[in-house]
C-alpha cells in the first residue's frame, strides 16, 4: 500500500502564507519604490528650479559688478543666496551648493551651480534605500556685446547717445516716437538713419536673410567682436524688411546693434518699434533706458588705448541666458 504524496491541508495553508507574505513585501516594495520615485521628482523639479534661478542670479550679479577683482565672488555669494530662497543652503540639512565662475570669451562669464541633497524615502528603507541622492546643474552666461540671440538685424547711429550713457532726449520720447529713415548705405551714417545687417563681416546682405532674422525664422547667434565691421557691401535698402518689421516687431523692445560712424560694432542698444513703413522706407520708434557703460577692455588698459587716446565707450545691454 503507497503514501499518498498530498500535503495536508494545514501544510498548504502554511505554503500560502509564506507565498502571501512574499507577495505583499514585493507589492509594498513596489509601491513604495513608485511613491518615493515621485516624491523625487517633484525634489529635482524644485531643486532644478533652484538651481536655474541661482546661476541667473550669480551671472547677472557678475554682469553688475564693475570690480573685475570681486566679480567672481559677487556671483558666488547671490547664487547661494538665491539658492537658500529656494531651500537648499550648502552644508545645511546635507545641502551642498557649488558655484563656478568661469570666464566665457573675453569680457564674460558662465556661472554654473550644483545643487546637490538627499531624498527621505517613505517605504525604500524596507528594502535598504532609507535615502537616495538628488543632483542638479544649470549654467547661465552673460557678457556685453559680441553676439546676442534674436537681436532685430538693424544699426543705428551712436550719435543717437550724443556722446553719452543714455540716448538723445528726441530718440527716446515715447510720447513722440521719432522717425528714422533708410539712407541708403551700407551703414548708418547720422543719429536719424538706420541700416540693415546681418551681423556677418562683411557681406552682400540678402534681404530673406534679413526678413529671417526678423520674423524668428533665423535663430542662430553671430558671433563678432568690438569693433568689427557689420555693415553691408550692396548698399540695399530692403524694402521688404520694412513691411517685416511693421507685421513682426511693432509694438515690441527690440535688442539692436550700435555702430560708429563707419560701420563698426560697439554694442547693443535696445529699441521699441512702434512701426515701419515699407514704401516709405521709414521706423518709426524710440529708444528705452537701461544702458550700462562697458569700457572695451579687448583693446584698452586702465582706460587707454595702445596708442594713449582714452578708450571708446560701448554702450552695451549684458545679455544673460541660461544655457544648461
Not at 505554503?15 to 521628482?41: E, K, N, P, R
Request: aromatic letters at 8%; a negative charge; one cysteine or more.
Amino acid at each position: 500500500m503507497t503514501e499518498s504524496c498530498v500535503a495536508s491541508p494545514s501544510r498548504q495553508r502554511g505554503q500560502i502564507i509564506v507565498v502571501f507574505a512574499l507577495a505583499a513585501f514585493a507589492m509594498i516594495a513596489m509601491v513604495g519604490l513608485i511613491l518615493d520615485g515621485g516624491g523625487t521628482f517633484v525634489q529635482r523639479r524644485i531643486q532644478q528650479n533652484a538651481a536655474d534661478l541661482a546661476a541667473l542670479a550669480g551671472a547677472n550679479a557678475w554682469a553688475q559688478d564693475t570690480n573685475t577683482a570681486t566679480r567672481n565672488a559677487s556671483a558666488i555669494a547671490a547664487a547661494k543666496a538665491v539658492a537658500t530662497q529656494g531651500g537648499y543652503t550648502d552644508g545645511v540639512d546635507g545641502a551642498v551648493v557649488k558655484v563656478d565662475p568661469q570666464a566665457y570669451g573675453d569680457l564674460g562669464s558662465t556661472v554654473q551651480v550644483d545643487i546637490g541633497a538627499e531624498h527621505d524615502n517613505a517605504f525604500g528603507a524596507i528594502v535598504g534605500m532609507p535615502t537616495w541622492g538628488v543632483s542638479t546643474t544649470a549654467t547661465a552666461i552673460t557678457g556685453p556685446g559680441g553676439s546676442a540671440d534674436g537681436p532685430a538685424p538693424i544699426m543705428f547711429n551712436v550719435g543717437v547717445y550724443n556722446g553719452g550713457v543714455q540716448p538723445n532726449g528726441i530718440y527716446a520720447d515715447p510720447a513722440h516716437p521719432y522717425v528714422f529713415g533708410d539712407g541708403n548705405g551700407d551703414y548708418p551714417n547720422n543719429p536719424g538713419d538706420i541700416a540693415w545687417t546681418d551681423f556677418a563681416q562683411p557681406d552682400n546682405v540678402n534681404s530673406n536673410v534679413v526678413k529671417n532674422l526678423i520674423d524668428g525664422s533665423d535663430v542662430v547667434p553671430r558671433q563678432f567682436a568690438y569693433g568689427d565691421y557689420i555693415g553691408q557691401e550692396n548698399q540695399g535698402n530692403h524694402s521688404t524688411a520694412f513691411g517685416a518689421m511693421d507685421q513682426y516687431k511693432s509694438g515690441q523692445d527690440v535688442v539692436v546693434a550700435i555702430v560708429d560712424n563707419t560701420g563698426h560694432f560697439l554694442g547693443w542698444g535696445l529699441f521699441h518699434v512702434v512701426s515701419a513703413q515699407q514704401g516709405a522706407k521709414k521706423l518709426t520708434g524710440y529708444f528705452t533706458s537701461g544702458f550700462s557703460e562697458n569700457v572695451n577692455v579687448l583693446k584698452c588698459t586702465n582706460g587707454l588705448q595702445p596708442d594713449g587716446t582714452p578708450c571708446p565707450v560701448s554702450y552695451s545691454l549684458f545679455a544673460l541666458k541660461l544655457v544648461n
